[in-house]
């Protein structure tokens, strides 16, 4: 069965400061899907990276950043330089190949503090 | 290029009375996705559904709720005789469907639904 854990339930952090949000997860099948998406207070979801399982390799864009750890089943997410505007709920997710439903965490709301 | 679009943002229903949500996926897509979001929760996938099939319901429950994408037009989500525990955000995805499965499903702005 899929499972995807968000500990973090709420994390609130100064402007300006670095914060990664943790997500780790379950999967018995070994070609799967992880992805981030933001939730910001006005309530959409928007998609902010896809990786896939065979390519470990981690990826920075701008300021947000995601190191994919296969061995211990994590897909953390970490913003440098927190801005107001990345104040928002983050959820990870997670797709089995083969199986389109996307399995969400319960995810994290950051709050940053000008 | 217009996203995925819903309709209405905000429903408010009373109990007994029915709910019909709209999709309209983004142009080029064909594979449509229900999913549920109660407050203060992750979304849980309710149906996922191609032109005129419903090809996994799955999340959906057994009684009172249904989904429909027909040839033309918007994916419809219907809720009968609504209850207070239906109240929640229901989004709406979409993605192009072709090629492997593992292309990324966009979400539209989603519809609170408020039963009163």
């Known amino acids: 069965a899929q499972k995807v854990t968000q500990a973090q339930t709420e994390i609130s952090v100064v402007e300006k400061e670095d914060v990664t949000l943790d997500c780790v997860y379950e999967t018995r099948d070994t070609t799967y899907y992880l992805f981030w998406y933001k939730q910001p207070p006005s309530g959409e979801l928007v998609f902010l990276i896809r990786?896939?399982?065979?390519?470990?390799q981690n990826e920075i864009s701008g300021r947000y950043s995601w190191n994919f750890q296969k061995s211990t089943s994590s897909f953390n997410f970490t913003i440098t330089a927190s801005q107001v505007v990345d104040s928002a709920v983050y959820f990870c997710a997670l797709r089995d190949f083969g199986n389109e439903k996307l399995t969400f965490g319960t995810g994290t709301r950051l709050t940053i503090i000008p | 290029n217009a996203g995925v679009m819903q309709n209405p943002r905000h429903l408010v229903r009373r109990r007994g009375q029915e709910a019909r949500l709209r999709c309209s996926p983004m142009k080029g897509h064909s594979h449509v996705y229900w999913y549920r979001q109660l407050p203060e929760e992750g979304l849980k996938f309710m149906v996922y559904l191609q032109k005129e099939n419903i090809i996994d319901e799955s999340g959906m429950p057994k009684e009172r709720f249904s989904a429909e994408f027909p040839k033309e037009g918007p994916s419809i989500l219907r809720i009968q005789q609504v209850v207070r525990g239906d109240s929640a955000a229901y989004f709406c995805?979409?993605?192009?469907?072709?090629?492997?499965?593992?292309?990324?499903?966009?979400f539209g702005p989603g519809t609170r639904l408020l039963v009163l």
């Open positions: 995805a979409s993605s192009p469907g072709q090629g492997a499965s593992q292309e990324t499903q966009y």
């Open positions: 990786r896939n399982s065979f390519d470990e």
